[in-house]
């Protein structure tokens, strides 16, 4: 069973850090880019931020731009992202997602995304 298992939320005063990690069990994640998205209360979910395969781009949102990063340790099977500065709009609950494409057929290819189960970000004061 391919699960991903995020961790390292909580209550953060703002201006203060928090790492979340993004663990793979049943698969290797070296095949897959990673995505985190969060989810506030009353929003809908949106992109934070994402890393390739290989780990060698990524991009991220304006809003969290110069404050979060995101890296992987592939001997680890895990992905982190790193927040500092953080603020009370940040208050979310975050989610990792990793995706690839795999054939069907020699001429077709479906994409294959795995989602976590989310962990709660609360930054307040």
């Known amino acids: 069973q391919l699960q991903l298992v995020e961790s390292g939320g909580g209550l953060v005063q703002p201006g203060g850090t928090l790492t979340l990690s993004c663990a793979a069990s049943?698969?290797?994640?070296?095949?897959?880019?990673i995505g985190w998205f969060r989810q506030a209360p009353g929003k809908e979910r949106e992109g934070v931020t994402c890393?390739?395969?290989?780990?060698?781009?990524?991009a991220y949102a304006d809003s969290v731009k110069g404050r979060f990063t995101i890296s992987r340790d592939q001997g680890k099977n895990t992905v982190y992202l790193q927040m500092d500065s953080l603020k009370p709009e940040d208050t979310a609950v975050y989610y990792c997602?990793?995706?690839?494409?795999?054939?069907?057929?020699?001429?077709?290819?479906?994409?294959?995304?795995?989602w976590g189960q989310g962990t709660l970000v609360t930054v307040s004061s």
């Open positions: 997602n990793a995706n690839t494409i795999v054939p069907v057929t020699p001429q077709k290819y479906r994409e294959l995304e795995v």
């Open positions: 890393i390739s395969s290989s780990g060698g781009s990524t």
């Open positions: 049943g698969f290797t994640l070296n095949y897959y880019h």
